[in-house]
């Protein structure tokens, strides 16, 4: 069997005050000490091993990636909150001409996420060669442990099957 589902639930478990202290020291805060809705700041959650989304304040639209101003009322009042990086496959493709700091990578698959929360997301799709991605397909938010070398310079969130297929 398969471990991944069981590291990432260690993971997620890990000690909040722990977690507390990590982000004291690396997330962007305003003056109040409140977390700033950034993208460095939701890469740098990505870098704990969370997905975090924002929520407004005014009317409790979720956002992801963030943004400065809410795009259905106007309010630029948000809290973080985490996500369970699980989701449905929407739709996918391989990307044979890659940019060139992934063209090394190239092929590999982008697909757009319905996470658990309603909204969707894109991403990086990891599988194995063999498995043939298929539309509604259970997926499950991954974080890259290496440090990349460009932008963000935090880790990147990535999907993987929530359950490995038997052969
Ligand atoms: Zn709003």
């Known amino acids: 069997m398969f471990i991944a589902t069981q590291y ?7 000690n909040e005050k722990e977690l507390k202290n990590l ?3 690396t997330l962007d805060r305003d003056e ?9 700041n939701f890469y740098r959650f990505c870098g704990h091993g969370r997905l975090m989304a924002l929520k407004c304040i005014e009317c409790e639209k979720l956002l ?18 985490q996500l369970s990086g699980k989701g449905k496959l929407r739709t ?16 590999y698959i982008i697909g757009i996420v319905k996470l658990e929360e309603g909204l ?13 991605l298929e539309i509604g397909m259970d997926l499950i938010v991954e974080f890259e442990d290496v440090v990349s070398a460009g932008w963000p310079q ?7 099957l929530a359950k490995v297929i038997e052969q």
């Open 64 to 81: 992801i990636p963030p943004r400065i101003i809410c795009p259905q009322c106007s309010s630029h009042k948000f809290k973080w909150i």
């Open 154 to 160: 935090w880790p990147r969130y990535y999907f993987r």
């Open 32 to 40: 109040k000490g409140e977390i700033l809705p950034t993208i460095q």
């Open 23 to 25: 982000e004291e020291i």
């Open 120 to 132: 969707s997301l894109s991403g990086r799709i990891i599988v194995d060669k063999d498995v043939k």
């Open 92 to 107: 996918f493709s391989f990307i044979h001409i890659a940019p060139k700091q992934f063209s090394s990578q190239a092929p």
């Open 8 to 14: 990432r639930r260690k993971r997620f478990q890990s």
